[in-house]
C-alpha cells in the first residue's frame, strides 16, 4: 500500500522512500519500489550482506546501524549513492551529484556530446586526440535488457568508429559500479547486440581511461 508523502495516516510506521519521497506501509512494498523504479549506483547501493541485500543510500551507515556486529571496511565497492535526496523537513532538498554533467565540443567530430561524469569528458578528449579514431558519437542508441525478470531500456555511453572500419561501443562507468547486477545484466545484453552486428563491447573505468591517455601520449611523441 503506497501512501502519498507528507499523508500522516494511521500512526504505524511508514517507510518513506529516499528517492522520491512516496511512503510505504510495508517494508517489502518500500524495498521492492526502489529496486523497480530507481537507478542502483546513482539513487541507491545494495546492502552486501546476502541475507540482507536491503537499498540504502549509505552502506557503511547501514551496516552500522543494522548489522552492528560487521566491520564495514571488509566490503569493497560502490558505498553510496551518488544522488542524494532529503524528504526529512518540508520541501525536497537535493544534494548535487559528485560527476559533472554538461556540453563537450569535439574538434575531431564538429558535434556537441553530452557528458554525464567527469570520466565520460574525460574520454571524449582523449578520444578526440587519438589518431586512430575517425569519429565518435554520445548515447548512440538504445538497447534492451532484462533484470530481475523486467524489461527495460539501456543506452550505452559512446560509439566509436576507428580508421580501420571497426566500430566498437563504449560504456564509462568508476570501477566501482563494474560488479552491481544490473550493470552485468546491461552489458551482457550490449555485448549481445554488438556481437550480432559484428562490433565489440568495452567497459571503461577511470584505470583503463588512463590507459589509454597514455597511449595517446605516446602517439604525440611519436609523431
Known sequence: ???????????????VCFCCGVQFSEYEEFKTHILDSHEEGREFVRCPLDHCRAPVRDVKL????????????LFAGQARA????DFSQKGKKTR????KQGKYESTKTGRTLTYRSGLEEKLYKI???????????????????????????????IIVNFMDGAKQIWEVKPSNQTDLEKNQDKWRAAREAC???GWTFEVFTEQRINKLAQEVRR?????
Open 1 to 15: 500500500m503506497t501512501l502519498p508523502f507528507g499523508n500522516s495516516g494511521d500512526s504505524g510506521k511508514k517507510y
Open 62 to 73: 547501514h551496516i552500522k546501524t543494522k548489522h552492528p556486529r560487521v566491520n564495514p571496511s
Open 82 to 85: 551518488i544522488v542524494w535526496h
Open 96 to 99: 548535487k551529484p559528485r560527476f
Open 127 to 157: 578520444l578526440d586526440e587519438h589518431d586512430g579514431v575517425m569519429s565518435f558519437y554520445s548515447e548512440p542508441f538504445q538497447i534492451d535488457y532484462i533484470h530481475q525478470g523486467q524489461a527495460h531500456k539501456y543506452t550505452p555511453d
Open 195 to 197: 556481437r550480432i552486428r
Open 219 to 223: 602517439q604525440q611523441i611519436d609523431e
